[in-house]
């Protein structure tokens, strides 16, 4: 297998976390030297989860309201040029007892994923450049599940409800970026959206499912379209999946689907192994 980097992709409840993991065991399996980064991985490497990012004169603001953090903060800190970039949530899961409600509120205005688009995707696409030079030269093959098509789309249409042909532009530069790696991308697919969803909430905590509604509805393109509740975020799933199939389609790397409607584990597991050539 040449691939440096395979993507797993799909929508909320598919199975995506379930098939990165078969992934990472298949090539496990076959001493294939592999690193799986799922959603929510703080230490991801092409992509920022819990990361805030201030210029020089913001950073010195926080750094004057952030009371006995303040060490904390400048020893945790990564400059990149004229870029502060503070991981907060593995600093906060440390030192959780010592944010208050306000500093928290003050830092989070600054994530990443929270910045204007133009700027979210001027530092994302500036993290998958200095990853793929980085990886280039080691044995690794890197799993990465979601990062890849759910992320960008998931800003620019779901959050900032951006055209779809700006929403699909984003992605096809990250494709162009990552295009040395020879990438594989496997799409999880089901087959009634409705019932994999509200598996998904039934199976997960109240606090996903209303974080994630609230999300879906309460800006950009749901809020837009008055979409409201559960029935709302559907819809916008329904709109999410559909400009999905266009982007796999445009992609020119290698890709493969996986339908799993019938969530098995083991016949899921020999179709990977067919469609990794293994």
Same mark, same amino acid.
């Given at each position: 297998?040449?691939?440096?980097?395979?993507?797993? &992709?799909?929508?909320?409840?598919?199975?995506?976390?379930?098939?990165?993991?078969? /992934?990472? &065991?298949?090539?496990?399996?076959?001493?294939?030297?592999?690193?799986?980064? @799922? !959603?929510?991985?703080?230490?991801?490497?092409?992509?920022?989860?819990?990361?805030?990012?201030?210029? !020089?004169?913001?950073?010195?603001? @926080?750094?004057?309201?952030?009371?006995?953090?303040? &060490?904390?903060?400048?020893?945790?800190? *990564?400059?990149?040029? #004229?870029?502060?970039?503070?991981?907060?949530?593995?600093?906060?899961?440390?030192?959780?007892?010592?944010?208050?409600? !306000?500093?928290?509120?003050?830092?989070?205005?600054?994530?990443?994923?929270?910045?204007?688009?133009?700027?979210?995707?001027?530092?994302?696409?500036? *993290?998958?450049?200095?990853?793929?030079?980085?990886?280039?030269?080691? #044995?690794?093959?890197?799993?990465?599940?979601?990062?890849?098509?759910? #992320?960008?789309?998931?800003?620019?249409?779901?959050?900032?409800?951006?055209?779809?042909?700006?929403?699909?532009?984003?992605?096809?530069?990250? %494709?162009?970026?990552?295009?040395?790696?020879?990438?594989?991308?496997?799409?999880?697919?089901?087959?009634?959206?409705?019932?994999?969803?509200?598996? %998904?909430?039934?199976?997960?905590?109240?606090?996903?499912?209303?974080?994630?509604?609230?999300?879906?509805?309460?800006?950009?393109?749901?809020?837009?379209?008055?979409?409201?509740?559960?029935?709302?975020?559907?819809?916008?799933?329904? %709109?999410?999946?559909? /400009?999905?199939?266009?982007?796999?389609?445009?992609?020119?790397?290698?890709?493969?689907?996986?339908?799993?409607?019938?969530? &098995?584990?083991?016949? #899921?597991? !020999?179709?990977?192994?067919?469609?990794?050539? @293994?």
């Amino acid at each position: 297998m040449n691939t440096k980097l395979i993507l797993v &992709e799909g929508l909320p409840g598919f199975g995506k976390s379930t098939t990165a993991k078969l /992934i990472h &065991e298949i090539l496990t399996e076959r001493n294939i030297p592999a690193e799986l980064f @799922l !959603e929510g991985n703080l230490d991801h490497p092409a992509d920022y989860d819990g990361v805030s990012c201030f210029d !020089e004169k913001e950073f010195d603001g @926080l750094l004057a309201n952030c009371g006995d953090l303040k &060490e904390v903060f400048i020893n945790g800190v *990564k400059k990149k040029g #004229n870029n502060y970039f503070l991981p907060y949530r593995k600093i906060q899961n440390e030192y959780g007892s010592m944010f208050s409600d !306000e500093l928290l509120n003050i830092i989070f205005t600054f994530d990443i994923y929270e910045l204007p688009l133009e700027r979210n995707m001027e530092l994302i696409t500036q *993290k998958w450049a200095e990853f793929t030079e980085k990886v280039m030269s080691d #044995n690794n093959t890197y799993i990465f599940e979601c990062c890849f098509i759910q #992320n960008p789309i998931t800003v620019a249409m779901v959050k900032y409800g951006e055209q779809k042909e700006k929403v699909m532009d984003y992605v096809m530069k990250l %494709a162009k970026i990552i295009d040395r790696l020879d990438p594989l991308l496997i799409y999880v697919e089901q087959d009634d959206l409705d019932f994999s969803f509200k598996k %998904a909430i039934e199976e997960r905590p109240q606090e996903w499912s209303s974080g994630f509604i609230d999300y879906y509805t309460n800006q950009g393109y749901g809020k837009e379209r008055g979409y409201k509740g559960l029935d709302g975020t559907l819809k916008v799933l329904e %709109a999410r999946r559909a /400009i999905e199939k266009e982007v796999f389609d445009l992609l020119k790397m290698k890709k493969q689907k996986i339908n799993n409607s019938q969530y &098995e584990m083991e016949r #899921n597991k !020999e179709l990977l192994m067919e469609k990794l050539n @293994l």
